[in-house]
């Protein structure tokens, strides 16, 4: 039986969705895990059927991009609505990741992930990092470097705010959310199943 991979996930304005698009991509490609997608605007409650969707899997990549120096409203309104889930501690021992875009190469990206690696604590889960040496931090690197931004703990992206999600995130940012898509299918596989 498949490994179920959730990615969680809210964009306003599509560039974080094209992000999704490469985790799930890369995720695909791993034997054994199958992969689907939650909205987190579909979530609005603690009785969301999304929200309970997310009981079954045995593993969840959240999403969102980074507004105000944070998670959006938006996927904080799931946040929120998993507190009952939290009290019953219902997705212990599920694996969890992170990834954010942003408009800024820093744009406090960090502080979204934190966030992120915050909630899956609470909730008991395993959390895994993006398992990339940084890019573009040497003479020879360049702005085509996966892991452009330098994250360990998720993965960050950036788009720039005056280009659509036909082009922005760019594709090193692209490839860094792909590769990141079969660090965490992998690691599900070497975690197993966490749906009981
Ligand atoms: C309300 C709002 C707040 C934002 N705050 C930040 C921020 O703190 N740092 C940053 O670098 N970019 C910020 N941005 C830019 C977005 O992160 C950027 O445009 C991103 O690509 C949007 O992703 P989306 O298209 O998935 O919504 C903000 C944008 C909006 C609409």
């Known amino acids: 039986m498949s490994l179920k991979l959730a990615v969680v996930c809210h ?3 599509g560039h974080t969705d094209v992000v999704a698009e490469h985790v799930v991509a890369g995720a695909s490609t791993v034997a ?3 992969v689907s997608v939650i909205k987190a605007a579909d979530i609005t409650g603690p009785d969301s059927p999304a929200l309970a969707e997310l009981d079954n899997v045995d593993g969840m990549i959240f999403g969102s991009p980074t507004y105000m120096g944070s998670a959006s409203a938006v996927f904080k309104t799931f946040m929120e609505a998993s507190s009952g889930r939290w009290m019953e501690q219902k ?3 599920k694996l969890a990741a992170g990834f954010t875009n942003s408009g800024s190469m820093n744009g406090d990206k960090q502080n979204t992930l934190i966030e992120m690696m915050t909630f899956a604590m609470q909730h008991s889960m395993i959390w ?4 990339q040496m940084p890019g573009n931090n040497h003479s020879g690197g ?4 996966t892991n452009r931004c330098g994250a360990a703990i998720g993965c960050m992206t950036q788009a720039n705010v ?3 999600p036909d082009v922005a995130p760019p594709n090193a940012d692209r490839e860094t959310a792909k590769l ?3 660090r965490v299918a992998e690691a599900l596989c070497r975690w197993g199943a966490q749906n009981a």
Request: charged share 20%; net charge negative.
């Open 11 to 13: 964009s306003g304005y």
């Open 32 to 34: 054994g895990v199958e």
């Open 91 to 93: 997705w212990a021992n």
């Open 128 to 131: 895994v990092g993006l398992g």
């Open 142 to 145: 360049s702005d085509a470097d």
């Open 162 to 164: 005056d280009e659509g």
């Open 180 to 182: 990141f898509g079969i």
